[in-house]
């Protein structure tokens, strides 16, 4: 069985939050320092950022390798803004869901719930209304096609230490395969997607998050 060690967890947040701040902000003035893209380059994110923001939904079957060397895979959801579900394949019991307004990690074996309002620090490129690579708040810090695959590598533009993460995508057919995130300790956790579904309905239920620690009123009225 896979053991849930606190690097693992830690690495599962990260592969979410994409860019949790884990260290103080840089000194002021200290910015993330920009790719020197050629023009055929900055096309290639243009393309990145008008495909992400076609994908309004998406599921798929994910593989996730943490820097303990564990893995971890299940099912991949996504509708934006600000909705996506990982449901693990037992016996991983955990269990993320971002509601639109919150970030809830439940460990159905444990029955522990913690969650933080999306809002409160960014909830990662995937989720956001509108993506935009080249944005204030993110640089493009590295970009690199080889082997038919296109990486782009982004940080915070005022704080680059909070880590990094690189977006991975096939070329024929154009697809997001992967990403990678590089914590503030230099460690990486990747995400790799498989037997993707993008733009199909989506029943909104799976972002809702039900704690089944809460007692309804009506069960509350009978004690």
Same mark, same amino acid.
């Given at each position: 069985?896979?053991? %849930?060690?606190?690097?693992?967890?830690?690495?599962?947040?990260? &592969?979410?939050?994409?860019?949790?701040? /884990?260290?103080p902000?840089?000194?002021?003035?200290?910015?993330?320092?920009?790719?020197?893209?050629?023009?055929?380059?900055?096309? !290639?994110?243009? %393309? &990145? !950022?008008?495909? #992400?923001?076609? @994908?309004?939904?998406?599921? /798929?079957?994910?593989?996730?390798? /943490?820097?303990?060397?564990?893995?971890?895979?299940?099912?991949?959801?996504?509708?934006?803004?600000?909705? #996506? +579900?990982?449901?693990?394949?037992?016996?991983?019991?955990?269990?993320?869901?971002?509601?639109?307004?919150?970030?809830?990690?439940?460990d159905?074996?444990?029955?522990?719930?913690?969650?933080?309002?999306?809002?409160?620090?960014?909830?990662?490129?995937?989720? %956001?209304?509108?993506?935009?690579?080249?944005?204030?708040d993110?640089?493009?810090?590295?970009?690199?096609q080889?082997?038919?695959?296109t990486?782009?590598?982004?940080?915070?533009?005022?704080?680059?230490?909070?880590?990094?993460?690189? #977006?991975?995508?096939?070329? !024929?057919?154009?697809?997001?395969?992967?990403?990678?995130? %590089?914590?503030?300790?230099?460690?990486?956790?990747?995400?790799?997607?498989?037997?993707?579904?993008?733009?199909?309905? @989506?029943?909104?239920?799976?972002?809702?998050?039900?704690?089944?620690? !809460?007692?309804?009123?009506?069960? +509350?009225?009978?004690?």
């Open positions: 069985m896979m053991k %849930r060690s606190p690097s693992l967890l830690a690495a599962l947040a990260a &592969a979410l939050l994409l860019f949790q701040t /884990a260290l902000a840089q000194a002021a003035g200290a910015k993330a320092k920009p790719a020197s893209l050629t023009d055929s380059q900055k096309t !290639e994110v243009g %393309r &990145a !950022e008008t495909y #992400l923001n076609d @994908m309004r939904t998406l599921k /798929a079957r994910f593989l996730q390798s /943490a820097p303990d060397g564990s893995f971890a895979q299940g099912t991949f959801y996504l509708s934006r803004p600000g909705k #996506l +579900r990982l449901e693990y394949d037992p016996p991983n019991p955990m269990l993320i869901i971002g509601t639109g307004h919150l970030l809830v990690y439940h159905t074996q444990l029955k522990q719930t913690s969650q933080m309002p999306i809002d409160s620090s960014p909830a990662g490129i995937l989720v %956001r209304q509108k993506i935009d690579l080249t944005g204030a993110v640089t493009v810090t590295d970009f690199a080889k082997s038919g695959l990486h782009i590598t982004l940080a915070q533009t005022d704080d680059p230490q909070a880590g990094s993460i690189t #977006l991975i995508f096939t070329r !024929e057919p154009y697809q997001l395969r992967q990403w990678i995130v %590089r914590d503030p300790q230099g460690q990486f956790t990747t995400i790799t997607l498989s037997d993707a579904h993008p733009g199909i309905a @989506m029943d909104q239920k799976l972002f809702v998050f039900n704690d089944p620690n !809460e007692v309804a009123p009506s069960q +509350r009225n009978l004690q």
